[in-house]
């Protein structure tokens, strides 16, 4: 399977495209203003102690409180709140926790009241980014990611990913990780360390280890409800979660976020570096590796499958329902059977890439076509769960109901992510009527009068659908030819296979448009 990542950056921060096979399967954005990510670490402020919620408020800046469940404390939350007050009072001076006395885990089965109280300190991170009307949710259980390990303070025990599976492998890992990691910090050992040396390892644990440090020195001046310890960028993120030698290239269309990358990647796969590519070409970078068609086709109410089939999907507060329809797709009764196996097959997998892309979650309800063989059923069942074994977020799949149903639950720690592909159209402004097509080059020579004579613009470009292009040059004395004469300059034409028939539109020598 070839992999590629498709960086397109831009002022207002980046979107990220990951392709596999050259099919989008993967869209994120990173936007500079979100001050919530998934990992940043704030010094949250109690604001409101819930006992009929077993939870608490927390004010983290944000314009709605922070939600904070008992269950999300963390074993060592006492521990965590010791720290705090001893570094914030100057009582604690080494930055590790070699000479700190960690206190005794808290009970599963507790009250919050009994931990927290109003106007208390804690440091939380966001588990959660916030969601529709909802604020971020919280967790006090702190842990820094790596790219090899996880590291968590106040812990002593070492956990190794479950996809490891081979049993030297997993002690030769425990023991190297052993042999580095400091006193009263647990680690937590990621799929990604498989075969790995101590070189990296360590390299990996003293980076999170100078994180930590970088905390527990800003946790002495930070205000209540500021960040004290940011995440890594979604791009980084991305790249130290997935990056793997399947990763063909990665192209970015911004000098400075490919510096960023390149030297983020020699920093943690340096065998990898020579894949990133910086884009030159004068189209925009995801319609040049025709991300953006992808985007056009994949996002709305209805995805079409190549068999004719389609998909319905359907968004509510509280859940994702998704139709499967066989569409023109046509059968006699013999291959009935057959052919809803074979087209809720091919939704299966379209399903499972569309939950990924749409970052889908919460509750997913799936009507599938119905079929009568258990065989085919538990074989579809079989299939669906194969085909989201690469999903990264959290899932679980129940098999399907005597009503053909199937239901997925699917972590959700942000927004969806929702493209609108329909578009008013800018030949009649959502009318419904356009002018007469005879009158178009009128129009076009009516703004050349204004735009030429003037506002007496130089070195114009007219751009419209190709099929206007190719009217305006046919020939040899052709329209363009006429217009030089009459305005004695050249004016060139463009096409774009986006517009509308009608549609046109002008730009300046520096290449902005004309607004007229």
């Not at 399977?1 to 050259?22: F, V, W």
């Amino acid at each position: 399977m070839i992999k590629e990542l498709i960086i397109d950056s831009s002022p207002n921060g980046a979107t990220i495209a990951l392709l596999q096979d050259k099919q989008l399967v993967e869209l994120h954005k990173e936007q500079i203003t979100n001050n919530y990510t998934v990992g940043d670490i704030y010094l949250g402020r109690i604001k409101k102690i819930m006992p009929s919620l077993n939870a608490a408020f927390v004010d983290v800046g944000y314009e709605k409180d922070a939600f904070l469940h008992y269950l999300d404390l963390g074993p060592q939350v006492q521990s965590l709140l010791k720290l705090t007050k001893q570094v914030r009072s100057g009582g604690y001076q080494s930055k590790l926790l070699d000479n700190f006395k960690p206190e005794a885990d808290i009970n599963k089965g507790g009250k919050i009241s009994d931990v927290l109280s109003k106007s208390l300190l804690v440091p939380v991170q966001i588990a959660k980014e916030p969601i529709s009307t909802k604020g971020p949710r919280l967790s006090s259980d702190l842990s820094i990611a790596g790219r090899y390990v996880v590291l968590v303070p106040f812990s002593e025990v070492i956990s190794i990913s479950k996809k490891i599976k081979s049993n030297t492998e997993r002690n030769r890992l425990r023991k190297v990780v052993e042999s580095i990691k400091p006193k009263h910090f647990g680690v937590i050992i990621r799929t990604v360390s498989e075969g790995k040396g101590v070189p990296e390892l360590q390299k990996d644990l003293l980076d999170l280890i100078s994180k930590w440090e970088t905390f527990v020195t800003k946790l002495h001046g930070t205000e209540p409800s500021k960040k004290v310890l940011g995440e890594i960028g979604r791009t980084s993120t991305i790249l130290r979660d997935i990056l793997n030698p399947d990763f063909q290239h990665i192209y970015v269309n911004e000098q400075s976020m490919y510096e960023e990358v390149r030297s983020y990647i020699h920093e943690i796969s340096p065998d990898l570096e020579g894949i990133v590519r910086l884009h030159k070409h004068k189209e925009p970078i995801f319609e040049h590796h025709g991300v953006d068609k992808q985007i056009k086709s994949t996002f709305g109410k209805t995805v079409n499958l190549a068999g004719g089939a389609y998909l319905v999907i359907e968004h509510t507060e509280a859940l994702h329902v998704i139709d499967v329809n066989s569409g023109n797709r046509t059968a006699n009764k013999e291959n009935q059977e057959e052919n809803a196996y074979q087209v809720n097959k091919e939704a299966a997998k379209e399903i499972a890439r569309q939950l990924r892309l749409r970052d889908m979650g919460g509750i997913v309800v799936v009507d599938f076509i119905d079929m009568h063989k258990p065989t085919n059923r538990k074989e579809l069942f079989d299939y669906l769960k194969a085909q989201m074994a690469d999903d990264r977020a959290k899932h679980t799949i129940l098999p399907p109901s005597k009503f053909g149903l199937i239901q997925i639950t699917r972590q959700r720690v942000r927004p969806e992510m929702n493209i609108v592909t329909s578009e008013v159209c800018p030949a009649c402004g959502g009318t419904g009527t356009i002018r007469p097509t005879v009158l178009l080059i009128d129009d076009i020579e009516n703004n050349f009068n204004y735009i030429l004579e003037e506002q007496n613009e130089k070195n114009i470009t007219l751009c419209v659908h190709p099929y206007i292009e190719a009217y305006i040059k046919k020939g040899l004395f052709n329209r363009q030819m006429k217009w030089y004469f009459k305005y004695n300059q050249w004016i060139k034409v463009k096409s774009n296979p986006a517009y509308q028939i009608t549609e046109f539109k002008f730009f300046s020598s520096k290449d902005e448009e004309i607004k007229l």
